[in-house]
T-cell receptor
Framework: ETGVTQTPRHLVMGMTNKKSLKCEQH?????MYWYKQSAKKPLELMFV???????ENNSVPSRFSPECPNSSHLFLHLHTLQPEDSALYLC???????????FGPGTRLLVL | AQTVTQSQPEMSVQEAETVTLSCTYD???????LFWYKQPPSRQMILVIR??????QNATENRFSVNFQKAAKSFSLKISDSQLGDAAMYFC??????????FGAGTRLTVKP
């Protein structure tokens, strides 16, 4: 499945590091999403972008900073994270907000 | 806020048999969408099936079908003729009229050869 790609697939970082997660979709979609998936918890929607504009921020701490330079690319900039931020971060895209979301493979993040 | 409950953390099925995964949700809305997603060990979340709440007919996709009971707010997934490749985490999801998406905690399905 190459419709939605995410890099890196695995990331280990210290609490003082700055890193970025990248998501790219090749489906011509207009909406993109960041989700956090922690063990034994439902997926948590973090951010939504529709036509490059952020339309939702579900009370996410400021140490997570999204960026959407165009409809095909979405970034999640990380700085001064906490160990509890360790999780699988999933990117998704959809044609419009009303349409079905398609997911990337995720980035497994470990914060030490 | 809408909630989605999957009461079965783990399920097991024999290859070629049928298994049903449960999902219930809480909502006051009349128009919404329901989804089942599959997340294999590779972790790519894949859409399995989708149901529009205004449609009374249950959605079907090959070996996958749903039993949508709107009044009971129940949306179970039936997998027929289970295959080894069906082993995965299955997530039930609800999308409201304002496109807010909620996921259940997931059910881990094991398929025994």
């Amino acid at each position: 499945e190459t419709g939605v790609t995410q890099t890196p697939r695995h990331l280990v970082m210290g609490m003082t590091n700055k890193k970025s997660l990248k998501c790219e979709q090749h489906l011509g979609h207009n909406a993109m999403y960041w989700y956090k998936q922690s063990a034994k918890k439902p997926l948590e929607l973090m951010f939504v972008y529709n036509f490059k504009e952020q339309t939702e921020n579900n009370s996410v701490p400021s140490r997570f900073s999204p960026e959407c330079p165009n409809s095909s690319h979405l970034f999640l900039h990380l700085h001064t994270l906490q160990p509890e931020d360790s999780a699988l971060y999933l990117c998704a895209s959809s044609q419009d907000r009303e349409e079905t979301q398609y997911f990337g493979p995720g980035t497994r993040l470990l914060v030490l | 806020a809408q909630t989605v409950t999957q009461s079965q953390p783990e399920m097991s099925v024999q290859e070629a048999e049928t298994v049903t995964l449960s999902c219930t949700y809480d909502t006051s809305e009349s128009d919404y969408y329901l989804f089942w997603y599959k997340q294999p060990p590779s972790r790519q979340m894949i859409l399995v099936i989708r149901q529009e709440a205004y449609k009374q007919q249950n959605a079907t996709e090959n070996r996958f079908s749903v039993n949508f009971q709107k009044a009971a707010k129940s949306f179970s997934l039936k997998i027929s003729d289970s295959q080894l490749g069906d082993a995965a985490m299955y997530f039930c999801a609800y999308r409201s009229w304002n496109n807010d998406m909620r996921f259940g905690a997931g059910t881990r399905l094991t398929v025994k050869p």
